[in-house]
């Protein structure tokens, strides 16, 4: 009394264990119980075949085939064949649960079956026959479950070595890597006319295409003018800007009147009006333009030309000013360098005209003298002097000012006051000197170079250090004091560091 359930694929099955069983795999399914049929009297075996459009029950041939139509829907699926053996004399054939027919046998021995897997499928073997309910129960276990899935794959994030270069006015070529996966593809494209990106030699292009990571090359023409400019190219959706440099220009002052701080001119004109000659000579006979620092400034001084290409004199047209106690001044900028025109309709006279500094700097003062209640300026074109007092004033005054220290080279600045030029030149200055610790008694003195903050610090060890304080030095002779607790005195390590780390150890 056997009950036996076989499960059936749509592309066909071969048995693992062949005990019994055998399975053709092929474009139709074709399962064949064979061998231990004979004694059923069933013709030696029984074939459960796939066809086109049904599923086709044979006795090997001999017999009569019973056809299972199976509907378009079902054409394409996994069934479920059922064999049941009831008491050795009839054989219940099931397809999904539902029976397809019932033939007795003249069996004379139970069919010998056991479980088989396959590949795709799976064949059951029961001890006992199994009821309608338990073959249809036992079918709706082995039924395909459908099971959908949603597969999510993040798109490849792309990245460049770096996001921006600077080229100098000559130009040149910059390189940038594309860092992306192999076999992601990417496009290039330049948004101006004077980027372009090199294939190979001599052969550039406003876009090109590529995958994976790559290195690209962006030609960046000669800049041909005095100004500085921007430009952009994208690859692979992100921005790699460039900033290429302009020309470099030189000043030429060509009358009196004019005094020169650092490459910039300074030109001082009288309420009457008049004309300032100035050279403009561009590097590599560039065009460059004339720019006001203040729109307004238009409205009484005018150069001519405003923009040239090469070596030009430019004439300053002043307007008269009819204010003889006020002054007034006009700025211009031309690639990196600047005029500045001041017009007054008074005398001034401002002293000293030069004052030099030493490296560690210090206050000064410059007296103005005007007539009364006529208007002055005071303004520091050099970031490290510092105007304290001073910066606009009606009538004579003075101008305090203040210079920080220098641990560079020699430098030179410069103040306009009313119009005219004071110059300041400082010492070049020294790095701090390593601090060097004395310790007398429970004083701790340390020696360095003057201005200069240590951190004072003590260790058990000389391994780990901990901060006592802070002390500025006094200088190389003259000691800066600590007191330390006699308490202390035997049993610790002391050491002044700057923050760049230059020590000194005193046991």
Known sequence: MTGYVLRLDNVGERVLNSSGLSFNGGTAIACRFKSDFRSLGLGGSIDLVRMDNALRL????????????????????????????TNGVSLTVYLDGIPLFSQPTTAKTPMDLRAVMTEKGEIRAY????????????????????????????????ALSTTSESVPAAGGTV??????????????????????????????????????????????????????????????????????????????????????????????????????LIGILPEAGAAWTLRYARPEDASWVVPMPGNAVGNKDVLFAVSPYNSPLASRTALFNVADKQIRITQRG???????????????????????????????EAVALSPWITILTGQNANGSGLVIFKVASNTGPDRFGTIIVAGEVIRFAQAAGSAPTRPRL???????????????????????????????????????????????????????????????????TQP
Do not use: C
């Open 58 to 85: 044979s006795q090997g041939g001999l017999g009569p085939s019973l056809d299972w139509p199976l509907a378009d829907g079902l054409r394409d699926r996994l069934h479920i064949a059922a064999l049941v053996l």
């Open 127 to 158: 001890g006992r026959p199994l009821s309608a309910q338990e073959v249809a129960s036992v079918s709706a276990e082995l039924a395909p479950r459908v099971q959908y899935f949603t597969l999510s794959q993040a798109a490849a994030v792309p």
């Open 175 to 276: 390189q940038v890597g594309v860092l992306l996966p192999s076999g992601v593809p990417w496009t290039a494209v330049s948004k101006d006319s004077w980027l372009s990106f090199v294939l190979g030699t001599n052969v550039r292009t406003n876009s090109l295409s590529d995958t994976g990571p790559q290195v690209v090359f962006v030609f960046v023409n000669e800049n041909n003018t005095t100004d500085t400019r921007q430009g952009i190219v994208s690859i692979a959706g992100l921005v790699f800007a460039i900033a290429q440099a302009g020309r470099t220009v030189t000043l030429n002052p060509l009358g009196a009147g004019m005094t020169r701080y650092g490459d910039n001119v300074n030109a001082v004109i009288s309420e009457l009006g008049g004309a300032v």
């Open 346 to 376: 008074y005398t001034a006279t401002v002293t000293p005209s030069a004052t030099s500094f030493p490296s560690d700097g210090g206050q000064g003062q410059v007296q103005v003298t005007v007539p009364t209640s006529a208007f002055w």
């Open 438 to 504: 004395t310790l007398v008694g429970n004083k701790l003195s340390l020696f360095g170079t003057a201005g200069t903050t240590f951190v004072i610090e003590r260790s058990l060890d000389l391994r780990t250090w901990e901060t006592v304080t802070q002390i500025t030095a006094n200088g190389d002779t003259r000691p800066a004091d600590v007191i330390i607790p006699i308490s202390e005195r035997a049993s610790q390590f002391y050491r002044a560091r700057t923050q760049g780390g230059e020590s000194s």
